[in-house]
């Protein structure tokens, strides 16, 4: 006897004319339509931005808000942490992986942090001093007191790089460090070594800093 076979092994189906596929039991909407089922109409459409088809929503570009990305808004100044010459600086109270921090500071329009300069060393070391005596922390899940910063080992170029891919050549690393090229290739400021930095594996869940300079601002 021949076990059945069901026409339909997802046991599901697509609606407002979504066409089902078989091998991965997923629907493909028709135009202005989205959800696992199609069952979600959307309507609008994104004049300075991405469309997200699984929100059925728009991710604006930089300078836009609104359900439709049309609202032209400022640069909202008073979310940044730290302002610095013309760069504004975001201290996130959440963590992440440094990848997934770097995609957490470009969904802002942002980058993460890159430290050019010992002033602005400086300026952020103290900042985040006085950030672990307030204890500003809202998401608990974090593996350290420490934060990502735009700089990764290149093991083919043998050299530290921020992510626009210029070689850095201010660096403040801890005493001793870095002690890891190969191993640790993500950046980050240290706690215990007055944020100074070090490098560390890049899955560790750090808290991170986002930075606006200035030709961002510019877009907005």
Same mark, same amino acid.
């Given at each position: 006897?021949? =076990? ?11 609606r ?13 909407? =028709? ?44 640069? =909202?100044? #008073?979310?940044c ?19 997934g ?76 460090? =870095? ?17 100074n ?12 800093i986002?930075?606006?300079? #200035?030709? #961002?601002?510019?877009?907005?």
């Amino acid at each position: 006897l021949c =076990p059945e076979v069901p026409r339909n092994p997802c046991r599901m189906s697509c609606r407002n004319s979504g066409r089902l596929d078989m091998s991965s039991c997923q629907c493909a909407c =028709p135009p202005g339509y989205t959800g696992r089922y199609c069952q979600v109409r959307c309507s609008g459409q994104c004049l300075h931005g991405r469309f997200r088809k699984e929100e059925c929503s728009c991710l604006c570009d930089a300078g836009y808000g609104g359900a439709e990305c049309g609202t032209k808004i400022q640069f =909202p100044f #008073h979310a940044c942490d730290v302002r610095i010459d013309s760069d504004c600086f975001m201290v996130s109270p959440e963590a992440d992986t440094y990848y997934g921090a770097k995609i957490k500071c470009q969904e802002k329009g942002a980058m993460l942090a890159q430290i050019r300069t010992q002033k602005v060393q400086d300026i952020l070391a103290f900042y985040l001093s006085r950030l672990e005596m307030g204890n500003r922390v809202t998401d608990t899940d974090f593996e350290t007191g420490n934060f990502w910063i735009g700089l990764t080992y290149k093991t083919s170029k043998a050299s530290f790089r921020w992510d626009m891919g210029e070689p850095s050549s201010f660096t403040s690393f801890a005493f001793g460090q =870095p002690d890891n090229q190969g191993f640790g290739n993500c950046v980050e400021m240290q706690a215990s070594a007055a944020f100074n930095w070090n490098d560390q594996r890049c899955k560790t869940r750090n808290r991170y800093i986002c930075q606006f300079a #200035h030709e #961002h601002i510019a877009l907005w």
